[in-house]
């Protein structure tokens, strides 16, 4: 016998609201809308700024099944604020969680800040791994990806993967979405199948390079 399909929540994160509406419109006009994403049936709920400010955060947690952190730049104004939400999750959190970096189409370099002293630099993709240095303060430092600069500076667990999407490039969205619902042990249900919950819930200046 056929078991009816029942919707997971995907519980959207960012620091502003028209970035996390704009990581929903890749699937659904309206939250709350179920939508069929691979073989996953899932609704959404948006929570934009500080969570320790919004009166619903809790409940939201409380039913979300994973969560999806939207963000576009690394500056450091930017960090402190993802990194307010990332310390507003209760630890461990139980729930898959992953990080969906906003690109445009053929963008091919980021912003971040300065480790050493936050001037807000461009880095370029095919920069990363050499060694840079900041011209505000001089300081040498290894370019990391975008991805992996968040994630060390958060101090992100393995397990927790940046993803890369292009704006406007709804496919991109749809096939890091369905690996965070599938590629985690700890994932929430595919509709397919019939599982317990209790079962399923165990001023920005361009980088120097130093020479080699």
Request: proline share 6%; charged share 25%.
């Amino acid at each position: 016998m056929q078991t009816e399909k029942k919707a997971n929540m995907l519980l959207i994160l960012s620091i502003y609201r028209e970035l996390a509406e704009e990581f929903l419109g890749s699937f659904t006009a309206e939250p709350k809308t179920e939508v069929v994403i691979g073989d996953f049936l899932v609704n959404f709920e948006v929570v934009a700024g500080d969570p320790s400010q919004d009166p619903t955060f809790a409940e939201q947690l409380a039913k979300a099944d994973a969560i999806a952190i939207v963000v576009r730049f690394m500056d450091v104004l930017s960090l402190e604020k993802i990194k307010n939400i990332y310390r507003s999750l209760p630890d461990p959190l139980g729930i898959p969680l992953a990080i969906f970096m906003l690109r445009d189409k053929g963008e091919v370099d980021f912003k971040i800040s300065c480790p050493s002293c936050g001037q807000k630099l461009w880095l370029r993709d095919t920069d990363i791994t050499k060694r840079g240095r900041c011209p505000n303060c001089t300081k040498p430092f290894v370019i990391l990806s975008q991805g992996d600069h968040l994630k060390s500076q958060l101090i992100l667990p393995d397990k927790v993967e940046a993803f890369k999407v292009t704006r406007s490039n709804p496919e991109s969205f749809q096939a890091a979405l369905i690996k965070l619902f599938g590629g985690v042990p700890a994932g929430i249900k595919p509709t397919d199948l019939s599982v317990s919950d209790e079962a399923l819930k165990n001023a920005t200046v361009r980088i120097q390079l130093q020479n080699t």
